[in-house]
């Protein structure tokens, strides 16, 4: 089954500065890698997603990058402000049954 | 559209009683997925089911949990005879197609074991 890791487990930034996430997968066959923000306390929310089809999406400060070839995808997000501190979490599709596989999370803080 | 209906969001429980956690997909979509998050922890894949049937519990422990998402209401994650280390937040999703689609969560039973 599909095998997700993800980079690193904690990231600190000053506010304005930009902060990279990182998630290998295992499976080749998978070809949908969304990505997750969940703040304390509450549901996990998909911020972004990819198709294997195209190699970066952008949504506002967001963007997502994916590496077919090497099975890696990361998320980038630029400017950041205090209210992007959250965990991140990535995510592919369990090539038998199609279920999420996610990654171990990504706590950001993004200081003032 | 209300999403993803959980409840209840805290439950308490003792030793030994038995839990169970309700979750309504969102209108339209017939793939429920349960996860459960220990505390600080990442989201680990219980069981993935469609109506009245289990597509993939891989992820549920072999004793004491089962699930179920009948033709008529909600899904239900049932633990049986608790224990400490059951103590966790359950997430259920769901999705129109296959998690291909991406999920939407719901907000998530806080189970205590006391």
């Known amino acids: 089954g599909e095998n997700v890791e993800q980079h690193p487990s904690t990231l600190s930034v000053q506010e304005g500065d930009s902060a990279v996430i990182k998630c290998t997968y295992s499976?080749?066959?998978?070809?949908?890698f969304p990505w997750y923000k969940q703040e304390l306390g509450k549901r996990p929310q998909l911020i972004i997603d990819i198709r294997s089809n195209v190699g970066e999406k952008k949504d506002q400060r967001i963007a997502v990058t994916l590496n077919k070839t090497a099975k890696h995808f990361s998320l980038h997000i630029t400017e950041t402000q205090p209210e992007d501190s959250a965990v991140y979490f990535c995510a592919a599709p369990d090539g038998n049954t199609g279920k999420l596989i996610f990654g171990q999370g990504t706590t950001l803080q993004v200081k003032p | 559209n209300a999403g993803v209906m959980q409840n209840p969001r805290h439950l308490v429980r003792r030793r030994g009683q038995e839990a169970r956690l309700r979750c309504s997909p969102m209108k339209g979509h017939s793939h429920v997925y349960w996860y459960r998050q220990l505390p600080e922890e990442g989201l680990k894949f219980m069981v993935y089911l469609q109506k009245e049937n289990i597509i993939d519990e891989s992820g549920m422990p072999k004793e004491r949990f089962s699930a179920e998402f009948p033709k008529e209401g909600p899904s239900i994650l049932r633990i049986q005879q608790v224990v400490r280390g059951d103590s966790a937040a359950y997430f259920c999703?769901?999705?129109?197609?296959?998690?291909?689609?991406?999920?939407?969560f719901g907000s998530g039973t806080r189970l205590t074991v006391v």
């Open positions: 499976d080749s066959a998978s070809n949908y």
């Open positions: 999703a769901s999705s129109i197609m296959t998690g291909e689609d991406g999920y939407t």
